[in-house]
C-alpha cells in the first residue's frame, strides 16, 4: 500500500484554508506520524485522506497528486469512497463518543464494514470478536450487545480501533488513537500499530503526544498553520529539531514534579468516605463501578487519579460534583461550601450544540463573571471563536473552551475529568501552567484525572490508584512514583516509560 499526496490544499466555510501545498508519501509497511499545535490542520488531513472532508459540497479540495495504492482518487464518487473505506483504507477518529452511534451495538458498530461486504453472520460474529480482542478491549464477547453509553471514553476508543481494523484495510489512518486509552491499553495499542509493518500494512498516525510518536513512527511530519514546516526521521526530527514549532513541541514535554508542599495543608473542601456505585446492566447484571472509595480535596491542593479505562475514574468525579448519587457512603463539604466546577472528558457532549462559545461563556460566568473573551484569551485562544459552535471546533479548541467554562465561575473546586488529553504538548503546557498559578493565587483545590502520569505527576500533591473500582494504593506523588508498592502501580508506570 502507498500514498501519494502532492501539493494538498483544503479551504473549509468559515475557517478559510486549512491545509495549504502539503506534500506526503507512505510506502509500503511504513509509519509515517503527523504532528502539530491544536488548530493546525491534523484532523482534517486525517479525513480528507479517507475522503471525508470532501463529502462537503461546501469544501474545497485540490492536489497536483493524490494517489492511494495507485490510484488518483482526486475525483472519485461519494460511492467509490465509500467503497474504499474499510478495504483500502481504514480511520480512528479521536472522537469515540461523536463517531459511535448511541443506538447500536458493539458488534453492529464493529461489524459494519463486514456487513456491508456481505460476510456471513457467523463469520462476521468471529472476526468481530477478534477485532475487539486485538485492540484490547476486556470482555470482548461480553460486550457485544452494548451500547456506546455503556462502556467508559478508553472502551469506546478500542471499539473505534477495532472497527478499523476489522476489515484488514492495509493503509490505516489513526487520529489520536490513544488519546483517552490508560497507560498500560495504549502500550498494547502502540504495540499493535508498530507490528502494522509485519501484517503488511502501512499507518499515518496522527498524534500530539511526542512520546506515542517515538515509539510508533519511522518518519514524523510537523504540520503548523495547515503546512507541513519540518520533515525527516523520526529521532533526528525529535532530537535535533530545526523549526521553532517543533522545539516548542519537545520543549513543552512534561517533566518533573508539582513543587514541594505539605499534602495535608490547606483546608478541607470536601471529603467523601466509602463511596460505592452501582449499575445494572441489560440483562439484569449489576456492575460495581466505585467500591467504597474515600478521597479528602484541600484548597490549593491537587489530588491525581490514574487507572485503567473502567477502573471508575470517571463515576467518581461523577458522585463528587453531584451528577449523581452514592449507592453507599457520603460526601461532606467543607464550610463555607466549596464552588464545585467539572472539567467534563467529552467536552462535545457537554455544550448544547445550538449555542456559541459566546453564548456557553456568559451562561457559565454570569452576569459578574469574566468577559467571554477575557476566558478564551486566558485558555489561549482567539476571540475570534466566540461566534463559532462547538462542533466547527478542533477537538483541543473544544476542551481548553470545556476549560474556560469551569474557570467562569471562579471555582473553590476543580474536578478535572481528562482535562488536557486532547491538547498538544505546548497547549498542554500552558493550560497546567494556568492551573497551577490559578491553584498558588486562590487556593483552588482539584481532582485531576489522567492517564498521562507524567501531567498527573506535575500537577499532584497527592495521587490514588484505581482498579476496578477500588483504590489500590495512595500517597503522596513522589512516594508512589519513585517506590509503588501495589503490583498494578507498578504495571503502570512501566507501560508509561518509554522502552
Do not use: N
Not at 463486514?114 to 470478536?129: M, N, P, Q
Amino acid at each position: 500500500m502507498t500514498l501519494h499526496v502532492e501539493g494538498l490544499t483544503v479551504t473549509l466555510p468559515g475557517a478559510g484554508k486549512v491545509l495549504d501545498d502539503v506534500d506526503l508519501h507512505v510506502g509500503p509497511g511504513e509509519r509515517l506520524a503527523i504532528v502539530g499545535e491544536s488548530g493546525a490542520g491534523k484532523s482534517v488531513l486525517a479525513r480528507t485522506l479517507l475522503g471525508l472532508t470532501q463529502d462537503d459540497p461546501r469544501a474545497r479540495v485540490t492536489a497536483d497528486r493524490f494517489e492511494i495504492d495507485g490510484r488518483d482518487v482526486r475525483r472519485l464518487s461519494r460511492r467509490a469512497w465509500r467503497r474504499m473505506r474499510g478495504t483500502a483504507v481504514s480511520l480512528v477518529l479521536q472522537d469515540a463518543l461523536q463517531s459511535l452511534d448511541p443506538l447500536r451495538t458493539v458488534e453492529a458498530e464493529v461489524g459494519e464494514a463486514l456487513a456491508i461486504r456481505g460476510a456471513r453472520r457467523g463469520d462476521r460474529r468471529e472476526r468481530v470478536i477478534r477485532a475487539l480482542e486485538e485492540a484490547g478491549l476486556p470482555g470482548a464477547e461480553q460486550r457485544l450487545r452494548q451500547r456506546s453509553e455503556e462502556l467508559s471514553g478508553g472502551m469506546r476508543q478500542r471499539v473505534l480501533i477495532a472497527s478499523a481494523l476489522v476489515a484488514g484495510a492495509p493503509l490505516l489512518v489513526a487520529d489520536e488513537p490513544t488519546t483517552a486509552l490508560d497507560a498500560t491499553v495504549a502500550a498494547r495499542i502502540l504495540g499493535l500499530l508498530g507490528d502494522l509493518p509485519r501484517r503488511g500494512r502501512s499507518l499515518v498516525l496522527i498524534s500530539h503526544d511526542l512520546g506515542v510518536v517515538s515509539r510508533v513512527a519511522d518518519r514524523v511530519a510537523v504540520l503548523d498553520a495547515g503546512r507541513v514546516v519540518e520533515h525527516g526521521a523520526t529521532r533526528e526530527v525529535l532530537e535535533r529539531p530545526r523549526h521553532p514549532v517543533t522545539r516548542a513541541l519537545v520543549d513543552a514535554i512534561p517533566r518533573g514534579a508539582k513543587e514541594a508542599s505539605d499534602p495535608d495543608g490547606g483546608r478541607v473542601l470536601l471529603e467523601a468516605k466509602d463511596l460505592t456505585r452501582r449499575y445494572r446492566l441489560p440483562g439484569g447484571r449489576a456492575v460495581t463501578a466505585v467500591d467504597g472509595v474515600g478521597i479528602t480535596v484541600r484548597a490549593g491542593r491537587t489530588v491525581g487519579v490514574v487507572g485503567e479505562s473502567g477502573s471508575g475514574k470517571t463515576t467518581l468525579a461523577r458522585l463528587l460534583i453531584g451528577a449523581e448519587r452514592p449507592d453507599q457512603g457520603e460526601i461532606a463539604l467543607g464550610t463555607p461550601p466549596p464552588r464545585i466546577r467539572l472539567i467534563p472528558q467529552d467536552p462535545l457532549g457537554s455544550f448544547d450544540p445550538r449555542w456559541t462559545v459566546a453564548r456557553i461563556l456568559r451562561a457559565a460566568a454570569g452576569r459578574e463573571g469574566q468577559a467571554p473573551e477575557d476566558l478564551l484569551r486566558q485558555v489561549g485562544l482567539p476571540p475570534a471563536l466566540l461566534g463559532r459552535r462547538p462542533a466547527s471546533l478542533s477537538g483541543g479548541q473544544r476542551q481548553r473552551v470545556a476549560i474556560a467554562r469551569a474557570l467562569a465561575g471562579s471555582p473553590d473546586l476543580l474536578v478535572c475529568d481528562e482535562p488536557v488529553s486532547a491538547l498538544d504538548v505546548t497547549t498542554q503546557a500552558g493550560i497546567l501552567e494556568l492551573l497551577l498559578e490559578l491553584q498558588r493565587t486562590t487556593g483552588l483545590g482539584m481532582v485531576f484525572i489522567s492517564h498521562d502520569l507524567a501531567v498527573v505527576r506535575r500537577v499532584s500533591d497527592l495521587v490514588m490508584v484505581m482498579r476496578d473500582g477500588r483504590t489500590v494504593e495512595a500517597g503522596p506523588v513522589e512516594d508512589v512514583f519513585s517506590s509503588p508498592r501495589h503490583d498494578f502501580t507498578r504495571e503502570l508506570i512501566r507501560a508509561a516509560t518509554p522502552a
